[in-house]
């Protein structure tokens, strides 16, 4: 009776054990449902979130794009309202320059709109100009006096520069000269302009004529003294620059010298002294031809025009603010409305021009050494003004590895090593290397010599006899014996043989490699005596690279 009841407890406990993993599994199967809907809801959020961001992105582009083309309609009527009559200035200026050339426009009209553009622009310094070169066209001198007068009062720097160049057209050399000292008194020698150094390169070459007085040369020579004085390394940085661009002429020596290079353990000492030495020719061949370019007066005097054009075209400092906001406006556009890449372009352009700020020396520089197209004219001024510095750039070049170009060298063959000071004791060394290599050849041929061969042939001769002695006593004993004896001997004659093969390649080999390492000595000797010919030669009679 008890066992059935245990039975039936059994069996109830086993069906709730099923009810529940029934119920277990259901639930599990909701819980990997809901987890797969939720995944599923998960992604369907990231991916509205990406939709949402790119939505908010291209809105905030359209924003700032529609923002732009607003803000530059703002802009530009700004200036319209405030710089209209500045263009105009502008625009008329560059037309009486221009018709005074041709003598096509009468000298009243000319005279007239000036004095309407003067009263309309009563801040802008190039109106006055205009009215000055009207007045000086109309041989009105005390009008053209009272006009430069009050363009100077407006912008003395701008107004000099623009007669000094007019001046240059119209062959007023004295006035020129006049109008260029006072703009040179403007000029910073530790900011320099590329435009300024235009000036400098047009004086140079002549083509604001004679200087009498020198007035042109005296401001230079102030500023180089200027650009000295205000940096205490400038000496050691140009030394430095000068002898990093004359290492641009250098060529290993590889092919003068592939013995020393192969065989002497000083060759990037003396590689090092020689390839410089050789590029003195190259060096000098390169500055006589700069200094020797014959200079394209017409060219100059074109882009000086130019140069007088621009200034004459260029915004005036009153418009900077509106135009750097105009132009940032302009990047935003480009950018498709992405302000951040705008601002990154602004600042960008900003950093560079502040790097671009270089004084008169390194302006100068920058001319000779640039990869960029530079007239061969500009190149030609800026080295007879570095000249002092090129000179002690190009003595550090040389002499900087001097002191390291060995005295002696050790030449290396097949692990032999011996030395030598002029290379003239090449019996000495080749008796030195044949001994090392006599040496090893005896130590190889005693490793192989071996005894082997004729123990193995006395062995097979006490086997033959020992078999004929047998033969009285046993007959088929005497013929295993003899039969050993007669292998074993036959065995030791093969080795023999051998061995007499090996030790005759081994002399060989020996031999060859004398040879051979008598005529690497004997090669490495004699380029190491014209290597010392090469430096005693340059060193008694250095290349000048401004002379030779």
């Not at 993993?21 to 995944?39: F, G, I, M, R, Y």
Request: with cysteine; net charge negative; glycine share 4%.
């Amino acid at each position: 009776m008890g066992n059935v009841a245990t039975i039936g407890i059994d069996s109830d406990a086993k069906s709730r054990i099923q009810n529940i993993d029934a119920v277990t599994s259901e639930l599990k199967n909701k819980v990997d449902n809901l987890a797969q809907k939720v995944d599923s809801t998960n992604e369907a959020l990231v991916a509205l979130r990406r939709e949402f961001e790119a939505f908010r992105i291209d809105q905030t582009k359209s924003n700032a794009l529609n923002r732009a083309t607003n803000e530059l309609v703002r802009v530009r009527q700004e200036l319209e309202q405030k710089f209209s009559n500045y263009s105009v200035v502008r625009d008329t200026m560059l037309g009486v320059l221009q018709a005074t050339d041709l003598a096509l426009v009468k000298k009243d009209t000319i005279s007239r709109v000036s004095e309407e553009l003067m009263l309309s622009t009563p801040e802008y310094w190039l109106a006055p100009c205009l009215v000055a070169v009207a007045a000086w066209i109309g041989n009105d001198r005390e009008l053209a006096e009272r006009a430069i007068k009050e363009a100077v009062k407006r912008n003395e720097t701008k107004t000099a520069l623009t007669m000094a160049l007019i001046c240059r057209r119209n062959q007023k050399q004295a006035t020129c000269y006049e109008w260029l000292s006072v703009y040179f008194a403007h000029q910073d020698a530790s900011n320099f302009s590329e435009d300024t150094l235009m000036y400098i390169d047009a004086y140079a070459n002549g083509i604001f004529g004679e200087d009498e007085k020198h007035i042109c040369d005296d401001y230079i020579n102030k500023w180089m003294r200027e650009v000295r004085g205000s940096s205490s390394n400038i000496d050691e940085e140009q030394a430095k620059l000068w002898s990093d661009y004359c290492l641009g002429f250098s060529h290993d020596t590889s092919e003068q010298f592939p013995e020393l290079k192969e065989s002497v353990l000083e060759y990037e000492r003396i590689d090092a002294y020689i390839r410089r030495i050789n590029s003195a020719e190259a060096i000098a061949s390169n500055f006589n031809s700069i200094q020797n370019t014959p200079v394209d007066s017409d060219s100059l005097k074109t882009a000086i025009d130019k140069r007088l054009i621009g200034l004459i075209g260029r915004y005036d400092n009153k418009e900077d603010a509106l135009r750097r906001e105009e132009h940032y406006y302009e990047l935003v556009k480009y950018f498709d409305g992405n302000e951040e890449r705008a601002r990154e372009q602004r600042d960008l352009e900003e950093r560079m021009r502040r790097e671009q700020m270089l004084n008169l020396v390194q302006q100068l520089t920058k001319t000779v050494i640039s990869d960029k197209p530079v007239m061969p004219s500009m190149k030609k001024t800026a080295v007879a003004y570095l000249t002092d510095y090129i000179k002690n750039g190009y003595k550090t070049y040389i002499t900087e590895k001097k002191a390291d170009f060995p005295e002696n060298i050790t030449v290396s063959v097949d692990g032999w090593e011996g030395t030598t000071t002029d290379g003239n004791d090449q019996p000495r060394l080749v008796a030195e290397y044949t001994n090392e290599i006599n040496t090893r050849r005896e130590a190889e041929l005693k490793a192989a010599n071996t005894i082997m061969p004729k123990v193995k042939m006395g062995i097979g001769a006490v086997l033959a006899a020992l078999g004929a002695i047998f033969g009285l006593v046993n007959q088929p004993l005497y013929f295993i014996v003899a039969v050993a004896g007669l292998y074993v001997i036959l065995k030791g004659f093969q080795e023999s043989k051998v061995l007499k093969n090996n030790l005759a390649l081994i002399n060989t080999k020996f031999d060859d490699q004398l040879v051979k390492g008598k005529e690497k000595i004997e090669s490495t000797c004699d380029q190491w005596s014209k290597a010392k010919i090469v430096v005693a030669d340059f060193e008694n009679k250095p290349v000048d690279i401004f002379t030779a």
